[in-house]
């Protein structure tokens, strides 16, 4: 399997190497640089062709969120990872915005961020031994996450993307949401049936907070909602899994 090129823009140089250390230790990526400078992220990258960077939002001649804005500037696909110490929900809406594809904050093992961003591009397939194509499921449900503005960094944001996998691999188990989807999803997670039922609530609220229902609709190619109503777990997670079905997951 070709590793995926990956890049570490950190502000602390000995973060900085101890994340590239633990992402050289991985069998699905290599590291192509490693700075602590905003405008030297944009370069490594571009001449790199990285996959993906692993970006902190402050950095030094360049700020996070101005790397990515020139990325896409620049017409570069590459995927963006944040990994900062900033949590207010403003810099990390702004971030995921911008067109990051997933955030998370310090403090964090380089273990677990390596983890995170195996499943975030293999999914399952990486466990398989195979090249994810670009349409993988995991990649695909993450952008429609970010579209329909459910934050990363909500523990609904994972129960949910488990619970439309689950239903995209067996239909028939959204008819058996709170037996089955739910309790499958907290003995994952090491948490309870309720917990997870309460954090997709929330997850799902969160979007209609933000307004985006006309993001919603148009995934749907129907006026499926308005802004008034809500639907409920099963049927949001029931919705795109069929989505997903449809185009070929």
């Known amino acids: 399997m070709e590793k995926k090129k990956i890049v ?11 994340i590239a250390a ?4 991985s069998e699905s990526f290599g ?6 400078d905003g405008l030297q992220a944009v370069s490594l990258v571009e001449r790199t062709e990285a996959d993906l960077c692993i970006l902190d939002l402050i950095l030094p001649s360049l700020d996070g969120l101005g790397v990515i804005e020139k990325l896409k500037e620049k017409g570069l696909n ?7 110490a ?10 995921i915005d911008k067109g990051a594809a997933y955030y998370l904050t310090k403090p964090c093992e380089p273990q677990t961020l390596v983890r995170r961003t195996e499943e975030l591009f293999f999914g399952k397939k990486k466990e398989e031994g195979r090249r994810p194509l670009p349409g993988a499921l ?13 934050p990363p960094h909500i523990k609904g944001y994972g129960y949910l993307r488990e619970g439309i996998k689950m239903a995209v691999n067996n239909p028939d188990i959204i008819n058996n949401i709170t037996k089955k ?5 907290g003995e994952k997670y090491d948490t309870t049936p309720s917990k997870v039922e309460r954090a997709i609530r929330h997850a799902i609220e969160v979007a209609w907070a933000r307004g985006r229902i006309g993001n919603i609709n148009d995934l749907f190619g129907v006026q ?3 802004t008034s109503e809500k639907p409920t777990n099963g049927e949001f997670i029931a919705l795109i899994a069929d989505k997903m079905l449809l185009e070929g997951a």
């Not at 633990?22 to 230790?25: D, E, S, T």
């Not at 995991?138 to 459910?150: A, N, P, T």
């Not at 989807?181 to 999803?185: E, G, N, S, T, V």
């Open 8 to 18: 570490i823009a950190q502000e602390n140089r000995m973060q900085a190497e101890g």
């Open 22 to 25: 633990a992402f050289a230790r």
């Open 31 to 36: 590291v192509a640089g490693v700075t602590t």
């Open 78 to 84: 590459t995927a963006i990872v944040v990994f900062s």
């Open 86 to 95: 900033l949590t207010r929900q403003e810099v990390v809406d702004a971030a």
């Open 138 to 150: 995991d990649e695909r449900i993450s952008k429609i996450f970010i579209s329909v503005g459910i």
């Open 181 to 185: 989807l739910y309790p499958m999803i």
């Open 224 to 226: 499926t909602y308005l």
